[in-house]
């Protein structure tokens, strides 16, 4: 069961960040590899460092309502330059370094930032050699490296500094502008906006959403309610720091008095951290632990016995994981089932379950507990979020008895809206609304839907919606009316209160049939083919269904020496028939009739490309696709496609 606590109550991020250096002056907060070294940084260490650097930007000029850009990824500097611009009342604009020149000079110009953090002398260049007229960026702050290696240059440059001379000229600063900074540190309210967080977007020009602290800080404590971290825990940071996702995470820590390990997200960087660390919490999205799961079949078929013993293992603790949640009544259920049919299940599976425990035991000895060991061995709260955690998944984390606690929320949420809860964990749900949270299933007119338990849109009324979108009040009244907001997003409620999202909105494919069809379950059962990389479904206004499909370069090539195919030209690889047949013949292997699927649904043509899907490219930073992008950019391969039928 969850452990619980009491947690004080912050009226700012802010103040809660200074609570938690006054309560644990000894305790590590920050932790991070400087080449092989592991750092430790304590909760009062960080204090003084964002003193000093709020000092130096006060002496810069910035001040209550201003906006300053942070143009970087992952590192202990982040948060420093977050807490520092957060305690000036200013609010701050973070983008991740893979964004374009293009796209992070927008961001800037739209946000009114007067000062610019980049991670190093290759962003700061970014940022300047797009500068435009009309931009009022008057300073850059380097996070690593030196002025002299910034080689772009703008009709009007910024004045530039690192960020180890402001601290220091902070730190000389500070006592003089103490009590003027205090005073505006403790002016800071709910309601004071704290950031300004641009949303990529499958579609149109980047948002900016505007959360207040007030937005964060109601949506950590409706977290805190149900996943009851301590201080004691160890939390491993491998989302964009950026990303509201991660920043929540990273708040939650700070209210928690916790400590956190940075890391890459690449599994040669993480799973040595995992070992080290041994965090009890651990937040990610579907793509990395799709990574963690990939690594761990790959090891297994190294060894064909291993592998086999491994299927078999992981197939009774499915069927015994399945049998528990029977008997829990944890099954998400749309319709009220006869009462001797549940009253069978339970029977059956209580049987499954006196028989099964033996064999599940062992597996747990031999195979899984090993799993477990190459996570750390500690993780207590796995959590998924910014996109669905496929079923096989979690199917296959389940059966190794790491239960993830998958949630869903997005950007204008701040972000978390409902979690799984290690207490109350439904399969092929995204758990209950957090406390404080209203869910309501409707129609595309913002009314509730008679029967909640059937497919509509998702909307979602709480504190933690955001401000609007800044400078956008055309859009802003477009998603939020009567307080509530449209999530874009279409889902059901069980009839216990779990959430099940089934698809996107603007998503859904309309066949020339009239038939509606949701292709996010569909290419998520794509994706268990691990000849596939990334699919995308297309056949709007079209007869039938196809696929683009990217293949996994390495199987693909493994693939093709079994069948007697030259490997040498990749791209002549991908546009062999022999391999479109066989890829063909996997994805019907899975989308039929047979697995639940419609016969409308069924995948008629296939077209494959060689590139990955990338962040900046086909992906959001969220690694959501990018439908439209992907449509037009692959326009010929698609028409091309659909002339076959």
């Given at each position: 069961m969850p452990r619980k606590r009491n947690y004080h109550k912050s009226y700012s991020l802010v103040e809660a960040f200074y609570y938690a250096a006054d309560t644990f002056p000894n305790k590590p907060y920050l932790q991070y590899k400087e080449k092989d070294t592991l750092i430790n940084k304590t909760y009062p260490e960080i204090r003084s460092l964002v003193q000093y650097l709020s000092a130096s930007l006060y002496r810069l000029g910035v001040r209550s309502s201003d906006k300053v850009a942070i143009i970087s990824d992952n590192m202990w500097k982040w948060i420093v330059s977050d807490l520092a611009v957060?305690?000036?009342?200013?609010?701050?604009?973070?983008?991740?370094?893979?964004?374009?020149?293009?796209?992070?000079?927008?961001?800037?110009?739209?946000?009114?930032?007067?000062?610019?953090?980049?991670?190093?002398?290759?962003?700061?260049?970014?940022?300047?050699?797009?500068?435009?007229?009309?931009?009022?960026?008057?300073?850059?702050?380097?996070?690593?490296?030196?002025?002299?290696?910034?080689?772009?240059?703008?009709?009007?440059?910024?004045?530039?500094?690192?960020?180890?001379?402001?601290?220091?000229?902070?730190?000389?600063?500070?006592?003089?502008?103490?009590?003027?900074?205090?005073?505006i540190r403790k002016s800071l309210n709910e309601d004071t906006l704290a950031t300004i967080i641009y949303t990529s977007g499958t579609t149109g020009v980047p948002k900016g959403v505007m959360l207040s602290h007030g937005n964060i800080l109601t949506d950590v404590y409706c977290m805190l309610k149900v996943l009851f971290p301590m201080e004691k825990d160890r939390w491993v940071s491998v989302l964009p720091v950026w990303h509201v996702y991660e920043r929540t995470i990273e708040y939650a820590i700070i209210m928690?008095?916790?400590?956190?390990?940075?890391?890459?997200?690449?599994?040669?960087?993480?799973?040595?951290?995992?070992?080290?660390?041994?965090?009890?919490?651990?937040?990610?999205?579907?793509?990395?632990?799709?990574?963690?799961?990939?690594?761990?079949?790959?090891?297994?078929?190294?060894?064909?016995?291993?592998?086999?013993?491994?299927?078999?293992?992981q197939r009774i603790g499915i069927v015994y994981y399945n049998s528990k949640k029977n008997l829990s009544n944890e099954i998400a259920y749309f319709e009220k089932q006869p009462f001797l049919r549940l009253l069978g299940i339970?029977?059956?599976?209580?049987?499954?379950?006196?028989?099964?425990?033996?064999?599940?035991?062992?597996?747990?000895?031999?195979?899984?507990?090993?799993?477990?060991?190459?996570?750390?061995?500690?993780?207590?709260?796995?959590?998924?979020?910014?996109?669905?955690?496929?079923?096989?998944?979690?199917?296959?984390?389940?059966?190794?008895?790491?239960?993830?606690?998958?949630?869903?929320?997005?950007?204008?949420?701040?972000?978390?809206?409902?979690?799984?809860?290690?207490?109350?964990?439904?399969?092929?749900?995204?758990?209950q609304p957090l406390p404080g949270v209203d869910v309501m299933i409707g129609n595309d007119n913002f009314e509730p839907l008679e029967n909640q338990h059937e497919k509509g849109h998702i909307y979602v009324r709480s504190k933690i919606i955001m401000q609007g979108y800044y400078k956008m009040p055309e859009e802003t009244r477009k998603i939020i009316r009567n307080g509530w907001l449209d999530t874009g997003d279409l889902g059901r409620l069980t009839l216990n209160g779990n959430l099940q999202i089934v698809g996107r909105a603007k998503e859904t494919i309309v066949l020339t049939g009239g038939e509606n069809i949701e292709?996010?379950?569909?290419?998520?059962?794509?994706?268990?083919?691990?000849?596939?990389?990334?699919?995308?479904?297309?056949?709007?206004?079209?007869?039938?269904?196809?696929?683009?499909?990217?293949?996994?370069?390495?199987?693909?090539?493994?693939?093709?020496?079994?069948?007697?195919?030259?490997?040498?030209?990749?791209?002549?690889?991908?546009?062999?028939?022999?391999?479109?047949?066989?890829?063909?013949?996997?994805?019907?292997?899975?989308?039929?009739?047979?697995?639940?699927?419609?016969?409308?649904?069924?995948?008629?043509?296939?077209?494959?490309?060689?590139?990955?899907?990338?962040?900046?490219?086909?992906?959001?930073?969220?690694?959501?696709?990018?439908?439209?992008?992907?449509?037009?950019?692959?326009?010929?391969?698609?028409?091309?496609?659909?002339?076959?039928?």
């Open positions: 957060l305690s000036l009342g200013a609010a701050d604009v973070p983008r991740g370094s893979d964004s374009s020149a293009g796209e992070i000079a927008y961001i800037i110009k739209h946000s009114d930032a007067k000062v610019c953090f980049a991670e190093n002398p290759t962003q700061a260049s970014r940022v300047i050699s797009e500068l435009e007229d009309g931009s009022i960026l008057e300073s850059v702050i380097l996070l690593s490296g030196q002025p002299e290696e910034i080689t772009a240059a703008a009709p009007k440059n910024p004045a530039i500094y690192t960020f180890d001379q402001l601290i220091d000229s902070g730190r000389e600063a500070y006592n003089s502008l103490k009590d003027t900074l205090e005073d928690t008095c916790g400590s956190m390990a940075y890391s890459k997200p690449i599994s040669k960087h993480l799973l040595p951290m995992l070992t080290e660390i041994k965090p009890t919490y651990m937040v990610s999205v579907p793509r990395i632990w799709e990574s963690l799961y990939t690594g761990v079949v790959t090891k297994m078929k190294a060894k064909p016995m291993m592998y086999k013993l491994f299927r078999l293992f339970k029977i059956l599976s209580f049987f499954r379950i006196i028989l099964l425990f033996i064999p599940d035991l062992i597996g747990d000895i031999l195979i899984f507990s090993k799993i477990r060991k190459i996570l750390g061995g500690k993780l207590y709260v796995p959590i998924s979020g910014g996109g669905k955690l496929p079923d096989y998944m979690d199917d296959f984390f389940n059966a190794a008895n790491i239960n993830i606690l998958e949630g869903y929320g997005m950007t204008e949420t701040s972000p978390v809206i409902c979690v799984r809860t290690p207490g109350y964990l439904v399969p092929r749900t995204v758990g292709p996010a379950p569909i290419e998520e059962k794509i994706l268990e083919c691990d000849l596939i990389q990334n699919t995308m479904l297309i056949g709007q206004d079209k007869k039938y269904l196809a696929a683009i499909v990217v293949p996994n370069q390495e199987n693909l090539k493994k693939l093709a020496k079994d069948l007697n195919l030259p490997t040498d030209n990749y791209e002549a690889l991908c546009a062999a028939e022999e391999i479109n047949t066989y890829l063909i013949s996997k994805i019907r292997a899975k989308v039929n009739v047979k697995n639940g699927f419609k016969a409308y649904e069924s995948i008629k043509y296939i077209a494959v490309v060689t590139k990955p899907f990338e962040v900046g490219d086909e992906l959001t930073s969220s690694l959501k696709m990018k439908r439209n992008y992907i449509a037009d950019k692959y326009a010929d391969i698609i028409n091309e496609t659909f002339m076959k039928g």
